[in-house]
């Protein structure tokens, strides 16, 4: 069973910036994409950002191009995602999810195992 972490998440200002950082305890390198998704209250999860196993593919939700860069670092086998110019839209629990394959999807069914999720606030 894989377990996945994230942390990172927090209260910010409007503008302000967060790094999430998702690791998978026990694991040095997996070949696996990942990605980072957002549920914010009353709504469903919606896709965020997606990378492949070597970086080599990213992708993102159009509203945060731009803003958020998702990467990751084989040596610690962690993924990150740096926001920065935050919104109150950006309020939401973020989960980090390994992929089925080696690249990174846009698709929730395309993803079998999931952290529990971390808190981003923004207020205004």
């Known amino acids: 069973q894989e377990k996945l972490v994230e942390s990172g998440g927090g209260l910010v200002q409007a503008g302000g910036s967060l790094r999430l950082s998702c690791t998978a305890p026990?694991?040095?390198?997996?070949?696996?994409?990942r990605g980072w998704f957002r549920q914010a209250p009353g709504k469903e999860r919606q896709f965020v950002a997606a990378?492949?196993?070597?970086?080599?593919?990213?992708n993102y939700e159009d509203s945060v191009k731009g803003r958020f860069t998702i990467s990751r670092d084989s040596a610690k086998n962690t993924v990150y995602l740096d926001m920065t110019n935050l919104q109150l839209d950006d309020t939401a629990v973020y989960y980090c999810?390994?992929?089925?394959?080696?690249?990174?999807?846009?698709?929730?069914?395309?993803?079998?195992?999931w952290g529990q999720g971390t808190q981003v606030t923004v207020s205004s």
């Open positions: 990378i492949s196993w070597n970086g080599g593919r990213i």
């Open positions: 999810a390994r992929a089925r394959s080696d690249y990174g999807s846009r698709r929730e069914y395309e993803y079998d195992y």
């Open positions: 026990g694991r040095t390198f997996d070949s696996y994409g």
